[in-house]
């Protein structure tokens, strides 16, 4: 009972750090004059991606590797899987043609360089890292340059927070920083017990009840867009997500510490679910409705996850 109360705990902790940062990040930001479109293209995907980046970095630390690696690789799962499957049920979400110019692509090679990287030696080390991060950088730069109107970018800022004082900044960072930090330590010991008490991985654990926890913030504020009629949470949004995942939290915490693939089921199925998920959205894109994530298109991609869950366990 106390280590899901520490899994819990941990998560609850983490979504609470996660918010406080972004807050802080954009008020900070909006004081240092960087402009509305490069806050939402960059300071809000690095402070959402902090959550997935404190567990990876304290699993590492605390030699537990398959938690590190399947925290992103389950995360990249249910922001398909479950994410844009549960929105895409409760309304369509029209997908836009720049998708294929460079979101689409570039997520799908991310995860391709990553299942190479794996492979090749079977872990992540810092010059790895540093090349997944560095190429995070420069898609950064064209993803701005190309995203002059910006409009999925802006949506996500609010402009309440260009007035928040430097007090209330510093405040919402030392929040946001404690509760990741200490939220990050319930829940990879929470992680591994429960693991060990149920006799299964600690990466199926992290695949699954991680992933889907640290993926529940996006999940609420796609389900609350989507019920309020709202411009419901955009796929490039998700895809820029699942970027960010490989690329700063991977990569990040590779240049810490090298990452080891300690569990085989990382390489010979887990990683093929990702790039399967991934993969899958093209052909999805181009069914009737054509450019339109459909109720029955959600329902398949939900029913994908499900699959995945359940042979996870098995």
């Avoid at 807050?23 to 293209?41: E, T």
């Avoid at 802006?154 to 919402?172: C, G, H, M, N, R």
């Amino acid at each position: 009972m106390q280590d899901i109360l520490f899994l819990l705990g941990g998560l609850i902790l983490l979504v609470i750090g996660g918010e406080f940062l972004v807050r802080a990040s954009v008020g900070l930001s909006f004081k240092l004059n960087i402009s509305k479109m490069v806050i939402g293209m960059t300071v809000v995907s690095f402070a959402t991606s902090a959550p997935e980046l404190l567990v990876s970095v304290q699993a590492a630390m605390d030699g537990s590797p398959a938690i590190a690696i399947n925290n992103v690789i389950g995360s990249n799962i249910a922001n398909i899987g479950l994410v844009l499957g549960v929105t895409a049920v409760i309304g369509a979400i029209g997908v836009s043609k720049d998708f294929f110019k460079l979101n689409w692509p570039t997520m799908v090679i991310f995860s391709l360089v990553l299942y190479y990287f794996l492979t090749n030696d079977k872990q992540l080390v810092f010059y790895e890292g540093a090349i997944l991060f560095i190429a995070l950088l420069i898609f950064l730069v064209i993803l701005i340059k190309s995203n002059k109107n910006a409009e999925d970018a802006t949506e996500e800022v609010d402009d309440k927070l260009a007035s928040v004082s430097y007090l209330k900044i510093f405040i919402w960072l030392a929040i946001g920083g404690g509760a990741l930090y200490f939220g990050s330590e319930l829940l990879v010991k929470g992680a591994v017990a429960v693991a060990q008490k149920m006799n299964v991985s600690e990466g199926v654990i992290s695949i699954t009840m991680i992933a889907i926890g640290t993926s529940v913030p996006e999940l609420a504020a796609s389900v609350i867009a989507a019920i309020k009629k709202e411009k419901a949470i955009s796929l490039g949004n998700l895809i820029g997500s699942n970027i960010f995942n490989i690329a700063s939290v991977l990569g990040i915490t590779s240049m810490i510490k090298t990452i080891e693939v300690t569990e085989d089921q990382i390489l010979n199925n887990d990683i093929f679910w990702m790039l399967a998920f991934a993969i899958v959205l093209l052909p999805l894109i181009f069914l009737p409705k054509k450019f339109y994530i459909t109720r029955l298109k959600g329902f398949l991609l939900l029913i994908g996850y499900g699959v995945f869950i359940y042979l996870a366990f098995v």
